[in-house]
């Protein structure tokens, strides 16, 4: 054979062979791995409508290697990768599956399903071949087994995000030192409080991906795992546990792509970082970093994006960090951070997101901002920042989406950016809070806005000409400029064809303009707080075909004649001076907010419409002078918020939640006239959060059966005519959701309820509830109150998720008051005065740690004070006054400030601050001296916490209260310390 034909026909027999080999058949799954993949299927109910279940495509009879998900070897044709991530499967995941007989399996994702919080069966520890175990997200729960450490062939472990996975300290020791060849390991949101942190340090030593977060360590994290020679991302997420952790200060280095972080025992970032020469990724947001940005950052090259924000760190921002040439995303936002800006930059050319607002940074705002190629968001709000700039080319912002300087310094820039500039390319433009005193010339000219945000400045007059190029804007906020005239002086109106939203909320409007009511395209309109006059007549307005959203509320309109707003949805038209009869809303409304008017007769029975598109959700009539029974048909709607207080309803209260019924959340019928008793369908309201129906005539015993309700906070029964006694349960949940209960002004009378005491968990600890308003996951409605405080009833606008009280006051309560009582140390205001309580103070409610506010007045206890009370640090208002009280009053801490008013009427007490002595020598007869002075004193009290019946109420109010009074110095000073206490506990519970 000829020389140069010898490498022809290997070529030849290659691609032969190559061929025939593509044209083999695929190896067939043996039938009993194909009949355990269909039983394992069938053992689960799978949703025929989700798009990425894998199973549903399963044909029993053909080859399971072709189903979707699973892969077979080539030689004997066994099952080695199973992949039904988020393939809607629901079920439990039994011990006896099927799945455990694929002992061939390699590979085996089962994230993102449903197991209906099974335990993980100790046959996973069968499938000894695994490299790589993902069962996150699936819903199960209970203790890991043992048996993971089995699989010692593992690459891979991903048991994320099952909340109720529990990690024992010895499981995962076993684990971390038997699976050695271990390289990804993701076990955040799962309970690993019982694990000791330096078992990390038994890892594998090949571990290249480690996330952990929101697992519940406790103790140190070991330094020693950022100097694992492989590790190339570590994630770690620990906000609310008790884990400390800190980076090592030398001799850090490694192949780390990916440092996040985020932990509040973090508070230093070392100089080593800058040894990180591969890091990617550094984000350290959300932690309590101190101290100035360490220089060294400048030797990350290859960073692609710093997240800083959220921290404490101080100082100038180091010029090294405006020269990365490969960073996107920089965010250095909500800090200390001062200084200002280099005046030019060599790097930050693929830079496309800049945060740098909520600092103290100050200085010119540099015009190289402005000719980054890639920038689209820039954020310098809340700054120092002052002086104007120049934009030296038409191209430049010609990519910037976001605009935000707000919070600055800048009244300068009108006047320096009214250039004729063309920026077609600007989509979104935030001059909010900027000072300016006019309408920017060079906004005039961005064609290609579809957000113009001018808010909170002091522009004066809008013309509807200065929109001819906005073509196409779809959100406009003009709000919050006052004294703001709309007006229109050209020719012809002008019609945003696009507009979708509007804002003018808070501009002093007096009218509506027809440039705001020619906007047809518009679908949300807010013009709130204006002094808009007039009526709303048929004749005379007719717009808004368009609008879902209209808020008009506190405004001057004095009658409302008929609704142009066909298709409206969310109606907001409270606190105006609308007269006559109700009129009920569009069949579409399913918010209708129309309190504090002048509103007359009943509740239109149109209100009740069947034919309704929608069913309203939210009703707010309250403050009004409506009057008649209510309909039944308020009872059968899907009524989310009912809130009628303040008005002349009469009769029954209707049944409320015929059928269980998970809608019903705030009922608030507050000062009506409704009497009869409380009906029983309101046991249905399995959603209910807040029942208030104080001064009416209600007569009925305690509902005992309210108790049930899982989500029952608010329960006031104040000023009717409830009777009897409480009785126990033996029902360990009743009411143990309740944080304010209040009965006062009735005629309940025998024993206090013990028990019921003892099933309050809702006032046993509340450090943990996130502190924001009742009623505020509403966008529309805010719960409030009226309250009385020393004997004046005061409307508290808003009320915390973090207080508790009880008022069981002016009553006819008679026995000892409960030692369990003392439990419930989230209680802040506790009232039980003017009944016939009898026995001693329990010296439990020394327990009571909250406490603020404690009236145990006009009853008939006996014996000493208990010492222990001295131990309730908050505690700001004591009234023991006409009682059976004896001995020596306990010293000290905040009894030093209460005067005699707090022991009046037991004359058997004795020691300061009462005129009797105790026989031995007592501290000086006054801290505090009488000598009245005249004195305008405010209060800025950020948070409202509340208190019902007649006792005190103190705490945080939503604003000012400013008082000029002649009041002793004492006065002042207590309230001043009340403030004080009350703004450090908020901020330890931040």
């Excluded at 850090?252 to 509040?264: A, D, F, I």
């Excluded at 066909?566 to 009920?584: D, F, Q, T």
């Excluded at 009897?724 to 009411?735: K, L, P, V």
């Excluded at 208990?866 to 059976?884: G, I, Y």
Aim: net charge negative; hydrophobic share 40%.
């Amino acid at each position: 054979m000829k020389g140069w034909l010898i490498p022809l026909y290997f070529l030849l027999f290659s691609l032969f062979f190559t061929s025939c080999s593509s044209a083999l058949p695929l190896p067939s799954c043996p039938h009993d791995q194909s009949a355990a993949l269909t039983q394992f299927n069938n053992s689960f109910s799978v949703d025929s409508l989700c798009q990425s279940a894998k199973t549903i495509s399963w044909k029993k009879g053909t080859n399971c290697c072709l189903w979707d998900g699973v892969k077979c070897d080539n030689e004997a044709g066994n099952v080695i990768t199973l992949d039904l991530s988020f393939s809607c499967l629901i079920g439990p995941l039994h011990s006896n599956s099927t799945l455990f007989l694929l002992r061939h399996l390699r590979q085996l994702n089962l994230a993102g399903n449903h197991f209906n919080m099974s335990p993980i069966a100790s046959q996973f520890g069968k499938l000894t071949s695994l490299t790589h175990l993902n069962i996150s997200e699936s819903g199960f729960e209970g203790k890991i087994p043992l048996a993971i450490s089995y699989l010692s062939k593992l690459l891979s472990l991903d048991l994320s995000d099952n909340h109720g996975l529990i990690f024992e300290g010895h499981v995962f020791e076993n684990i971390m030192k038997n699976l050695t060849q271990l390289r990804h390991l993701h076990l955040s949101n799962i309970d690993m409080s019982s694990v000791a942190p330096t078992s990390f340090i038994n890892m594998s030593s090949y571990i290249t991906t480690l996330i952990l977060g929101d697992n519940g360590l406790q103790g140190k994290f070991p330094e020693d795992v950022f100097h694992f020679p492989y590790l190339q991302k570590f994630e770690l997420f620990e906000i609310d546990n008790q884990l400390e952790l800190k980076f090592p200060k030398t001799n850090w280095s490694g192949p780390l792509k990916s440092l996040q972080v985020s932990s509040p025992y973090l508070q230093q970032l070392p100089d080593s970082v800058g040894n990180l020469r591969s890091l990617e990724i550094l984000d350290l947001g959300g932690g309590n970093l101190k101290g100035p940005i360490p220089a060294s950052l400048g030797n990350l090259t290859q960073l692609e994006h710093l997240d800083l924000s959220h921290n404490n760190f101080d100082g100038p921002i180091p010029c090294s960090v405006f020269n990365f040439t490969q960073l996107q995303f920089l965010d250095l936002s909500k800090n200390k951070l001062v200084g200002s800006f280099p005046s030019k930059v060599s790097g930050l050319s693929q830079l496309s997101i800049l945060r740098l607002h909520h600092n103290f940074l100050s200085g010119r705002v540099p015009s190289w901002f402005f000719t980054l190629p890639s920038l689209v968001e820039l954020m310098l709000n809340s700054n120092k920042l002052n002086g104007n700039f120049e934009l030296t080319k038409q191209s430049e912002l010609s990519k910037l989406e976001v605009l935000s300087r707000s919070n600055n310094a800048l009244s300068s820039f009108t006047s320096a950016s009214n250039s004729n500039y063309s920026l077609p390319c600007l989509v979104s433009l935030e001059l909010s809070s900027c000072n300016i005193s006019e309408f920017p010339n060079f906004v005039r000219n961005l064609e290609g806005l579809y957000s113009l945000n001018l808010s909170y400045n002091r522009i004066h007059v809008i013309e509807a000409d200065m929109f001819l190029k906005f073509k196409g804007l779809e959100v406009l906020d003009l709000s919050h400029n006052i004294p703001l005239s709309v007006g229109n002086n050209s020719e012809v109106d002008i019609v945003l064809p696009f507009l979708v939203e509007l804002s003018l909320s808070s501009c002093n409007i007096t009218e509506l303009s027809n440039f705001l009511t020619t906007q047809e395209s518009s679908m949300f309109l807010d013009l709130s707080n204006n002094n808009i006059q007039g009526q709303i007549t048929e004749q005379e307005n007719n717009w808004g075909s368009n609008l879902l959203t209209l808020d008009l509320s506190n405004n001057l309109l004095t009658a409302l004649e008929y609704y142009p707003w066909k298709s409206i949805e969310v109606l907001e038209l409270g606190s105006n001076l609308l007269e006559g009869p109700l009129l009920a809303p569009p069949p579409s409304t399913m918010v209708f907010l129309i309190s504090n008017n002048r509103l007359n007769g009943e509740i239109p029975s149109s209100i009740c419409n069947p034919e309704s598109s929608n069913f309203i959700v939210f009703l707010d009539l309250s403050y009004n002078n409506l009057s008649g029974a209510i309909s039944k048909c308020l009872g059968l709607r899907h009524l989310s918020i009912l809130d009628l207080q303040m008005n002349k309803f009469y009769g029954n209260i209707p049944d409320f939640c015929v059928e269980r019924n998970h809608k019903l959340q705030i009922l608030n019928l507050n000062n009506n006239d409704f009497d009869g008793s409380l009906p029983k369908s309101l046991a249905n309201c399995l959603g209910l959060e807040v029942l208030s129906l104080a001064n009416n005539k209600i007569n009925d015993t305690f509902p005992h059966w309210l108790g049930d309700l899982p989500r029952l906070q608010v329960l006031v029964l104040r000023s009717n005519y409830f009777h009897g006694q409480i009785a126990h349960s033996a029902n360990e949940s009743h009411f143990s959701t309740l944080q304010i209960l209040c009965l006062s002004h009735n005629r309940f009378s025998g024993f206090l309820p013990t028990t019921y005491f003892r099933n309050l968990k809702g006032m046993m600890n509340l450090a943990s509830v996130p502190m924001k308003y009742i009623g505020s996951n509403s966008k529309y409605y805010i719960y409030s109150m009226v309250v009385t405080m020393k004997g004046v009833d005061i409307m508290l606008e808003r009320v915390l998720t973090i207080f508790a009280a009880i008022d069981m006051s002016n009553n006819r309560f008679e026995g000892t008051i409960p030692e369990a009582v003392g439990n419930l140390i989230s209680l802040e205001v506790l009232n039980l005065s003017h009944n016939h309580l009898t026995g001693h103070i329990p010296s439990s409610l020394g327990n009571l740690a909250a406490l603020e506010s404690l009236d145990l007045s006009c009853n008939k206890l006996v014996g000493e004070i208990p010492s222990e009370l001295t131990d309730l640090n908050f505690l700001e208002v004591l009234n023991l006054s006409e009682n059976q009280l004896v001995g020596p009053i306990p010293q000290g801490k905040q009894f030093n400030t209460f005067l005699n008013y707090s022991y009046v009427g037991n004359t058997d007490l004795c020691g300061f601050p009462v005129s009797k002595s105790c026989g031995r020598s007592d501290p000086p007869s006054a801290i505090f001296e009488e000598e009245e002075f005249d004195s305008a004193f405010g209060l800025d009290w950020k948070f409202v916490m509340m208190g019902c019946g007649c006792g005190l109420v103190f705490g945080f109010s939503a604003g000012y209260i400013m008082m000029t009074i002649r009041k002793p110095k004492w006065l002042a000073w207590m309230i001043q310390q009340a403030g004080n206490r009350v703004l450090r506990r908020f901020k330890k519970n931040r």
